[in-house]
C-alpha cells in the first residue's frame, strides 16, 4: 500500500513570496503520478500540477512548480509570487498505475494562508 | 472540458433517513467512479470504487451495507447512506475517470461535493 506524508499542517506566506510545500511517500512500484490538489473554501478540489513517475524533468504550471526527487521519495511544490487566491488546503497524491481504475492516495494536506 | 456535478450540494436529514447523493460526469463516460468522505480539516479518505455494470469495491472500514453504491451507467454513480446517524455527517466527494481518453486517462475529475447534515 502506498502512503502519502505531508509534514506541514500549516503554512503561511506573504503575498508576492515564494513558499514551498512538502511532501513524501512510500512505494514499491516503480510508475507512477503525482499531484498536487487545491481546495479553496469552496471545497471543489483543482488540480494544480502532476509529474509522471517516469520524467525526471520537474512539471511547471506557471507560478507553480514541482521538485521530484524519486530515489528520495519527495514531491515538493513550490508557489511563486505568492497571491491571495493562493489560500486554500492544498493536498499531495499519489496514483499508482493500472488499468482497473486509477486510485488516489492523499496526504494529509497543508493549510497555506497568503498573508497582504 | 471534464466536468463532474453532484446533487444535491447539501443535504439535512432526521436520523434513521436514507439519503441519496448523485454524481454525474457530464461531458465524458466516467468508466471509474470514485467515492470519497471528508470530515472539517481532514483529507479526503476513499471510500469505495465502482466500475460501470460491476459491483463497488469498499474501502476496509466502510460498511457497503450503510453506503450503497450504483453504477449502472457510464455517466452515473449514486451513493446511498442507509438509516444515516450523526456521525454520518460529513462532505462526500465524487471523481470519475476515464480510461477512454487518452490525453487524461491517469487523471481524475472531482465534483463539487455534497454536505450531508444528519440531526
Known amino acids: 500500500a502506498q502512503t502519502v506524508t505531508q509534514s506541514q499542517p500549516e503554512m503561511s506566506v506573504q503575498e508576492a513570496e515564494t513558499v514551498t510545500l512538502s511532501c513524501t511517500y512510500d512505494?514499491?512500484?516503480?510508475?507512477?503520478?503525482l499531484f498536487w490538489y487545491k481546495q479553496p473554501p469552496s471545497r471543489q478540489m483543482i488540480l494544480v500540477i502532476r509529474q509522471e513517475a517516469y520524467k525526471q524533468q520537474n512539471a511547471t504550471e506557471n507560478r507553480f512548480s514541482v521538485n521530484f526527487q524519486k530515489a528520495a521519495k519527495s514531491f515538493s511544490l513550490k508557489i511563486s509570487d505568492s497571491q491571495l487566491g493562493d489560500t486554500a488546503m492544498y493536498f499531495c497524491a499519489f496514483m499508482k498505475v493500472n488499468n482497473a481504475g486509477n486510485m488516489l492516495t492523499f496526504g494529509g494536506g497543508t493549510r497555506l494562508m497568503v498573508k497582504p | 472540458g471534464a466536468v463532474v456535478s453532484q446533487h444535491p450540494s447539501w443535504v439535512i436529514c432526521k436520523s434513521g433517513t436514507s439519503v441519496k447523493i448523485e454524481c454525474r460526469s457530464l461531458d465524458f463516460q466516467a468508466t471509474t467512479m470514485f467515492w470519497y468522505r471528508q470530515f472539517p480539516k481532514q483529507s479526503l479518505m476513499l471510500m469505495a470504487t465502482?466500475?460501470?455494470?460491476?459491483?463497488?469495491?469498499?474501502e476496509q472500514g466502510v460498511e457497503k451495507d450503510k453506503f450503497l453504491i450504483n453504477h449502472a451507467s457510464l455517466t452515473l454513480s449514486t451513493l446511498t447512506v442507509t438509516s444515516a446517524h450523526p456521525e454520518d455527517s460529513s462532505f462526500y466527494i465524487c471523481?470519475?475517470?476515464?480510461?477512454?481518453?487518452?490525453?487524461?486517462?491517469?487523471?481524475?475529475?472531482f465534483g463539487p461535493g455534497t454536505r450531508l447534515t444528519v440531526l
Open positions: 465502482s466500475n460501470e455494470g460491476s459491483k463497488a469495491t469498499y
Open positions: 471523481s470519475a475517470n476515464t480510461l477512454l481518453r487518452v490525453l487524461t486517462v491517469n487523471e481524475q475529475f
Open positions: 512505494t514499491s512500484e516503480n510508475n507512477y503520478y
